[in-house]
């Protein structure tokens, strides 16, 4: 038997909530195709947690954000085909500064929008954005 590779991964994420919505992004190819999650993702080698967050969120939503609190580190286990997976997520508050809403081209996601807490409830969420949305509208 062989042993799979062991990975870990460290993500930074944004709460973003306005008007009663939160900010959610659709993945697009590789796992998870197809769910919405928090803006956010993967952290460079040598860069820190924030500016991760604040980097992925531009590239994702068009937003420029700065940052609150931490609101939350989480962790999973996956099991994928040839590795497993060590998922590490700091998910901070953050607050919109500037920019406009796009969506991403050629990225990791293909979709953003605002929704409400109802909504949401409806939509295929990966793990982290149903943390994400309980934080948000209050465990």
Excluded at 82 to 99: N, S
């Amino acid at each position: 038997m062989i042993e799979k590779q062991r990975i870990q991964r460290l993500g930074s994420y944004a709460l973003i909530k306005q008007e009663g919505c939160i900010l959610l992004c659709r993945l697009t190819g590789g796992p998870g195709d197809g769910q919405w999650t928090l803006p956010g993702g993967g952290v460079e080698f040598g860069e820190h947690p924030e500016s991760a967050a604040v980097r992925e969120v531009f590239e994702e939503t068009g937003y420029k954000v700065i940052l609150g609190s931490l609101r939350k580190v989480s962790d999973q286990l996956a099991d994928h085909i040839h590795a497993q997976m060590h998922h590490v997520q700091f998910i901070y508050d953050a607050t919109i500064v500037g920019g406009e809403l796009t969506c991403e081209s050629e990225g990791t996601t293909d979709m953003v929008g605002w929704f409400t807490e109802i909504e949401t409830a409806e939509m295929t969420l990966v793990p982290l954005a149903a943390l994400g949305i309980r934080i948000a509208f209050g465990e």
